[in-house]
Every structure is written in C-alpha cells, then in structure tokens.
C-alpha cells in the first residue's frame, strides 16, 4: 500500500521556522518525484516545492524561494521540507505527493499526483 505521511506542522510565531517530513513507503521511492503543496482556507491550492527522484533537479515557487528548501534521504524514504522566515501567508495545509517525472527546475511538468498524503498543518502567528 503506497503511503505519504507528512510530520513537523505546528504553531510558529512569524519569523520563525520549521521543517516538515514526507515519509514513503509502499513503492519504489528512487524512482519518484516528491512534492509538496499548500491550500490555505478559501484559497487555491499552490505548488511550494519539488525534488526529483536523483536530487538534482528542485523547484520553488516565488512565493517562498529564499526561506524554503527541499532535500531528500533516499536511505529513509523521506523528503524534508525546511521552512525558514515564516510568515503568516504561509499558514495552510500542507501536503506531500509522488509522481514520476514531474518536477523540472522551473515547476511540474504536470498537474496532479498520483499519490499524496494527508496532509500536516502550518499555522503562523503575527
């Protein structure tokens, strides 16, 4: 059973930071691009970041290139997500996803993961 499971979210203080975790288990994690997007309340949901599968290729959405980065342990099938220089518009849901072939340096190739967690809370307090 393929399973994405998202760790870190929390309450922080604007200016603050916290890194949250994608686990992965159930399918061949080397082989997968790893995602991570957010929906605020009443928003659209956004594209924060990707990783390829070999770690060489990565994205960021303007909104938070400079404060977040990506990175990735093959070793423990987990992508983290390290998010520094919070603001308040970046409180949302955040979610994780897998898909083949999807991230290139300037955003996903494609809309849509097959396979996505359920996501772990973010809130920022001003």
């Known amino acids: 059973e393929v399973q994405l499971v998202e760790s870190g979210g929390g309450l922080v203080q604007a200016g603050g930071s916290l890194r949250l975790s994608c686990a992965a288990s159930?399918?061949?994690?080397?082989?997968?691009?790893i995602g991570w997007f957010r929906q605020a309340p009443g928003k659209e949901q956004e594209g924060v970041s990707c990783?390829?599968?070999?770690?060489?290729?990565?994205y960021y959405a303007d909104s938070v290139k400079g404060r977040f980065t990506i990175s990735s342990d093959n070793a423990k099938n987990t992508v983290y997500l390290q998010m520094n220089s919070l603001k308040p518009e970046d409180t949302a849901v955040y979610y994780c996803?897998?898909?083949?072939?999807?991230?290139?340096?300037?955003?996903?190739?494609?809309?849509?993961?097959?396979?996505r967690g359920k996501g772990t809370l973010v809130t920022v307090s001003s």
């Open positions: 996803g897998a898909a083949l072939y999807y991230c290139s340096d300037s955003g996903p190739y494609y809309d849509g993961m097959p396979y």
């Open positions: 159930g399918f061949t994690f080397d082989d997968y691009d």
């Open positions: 990783i390829s599968s070999s770690a060489a290729t990565m």
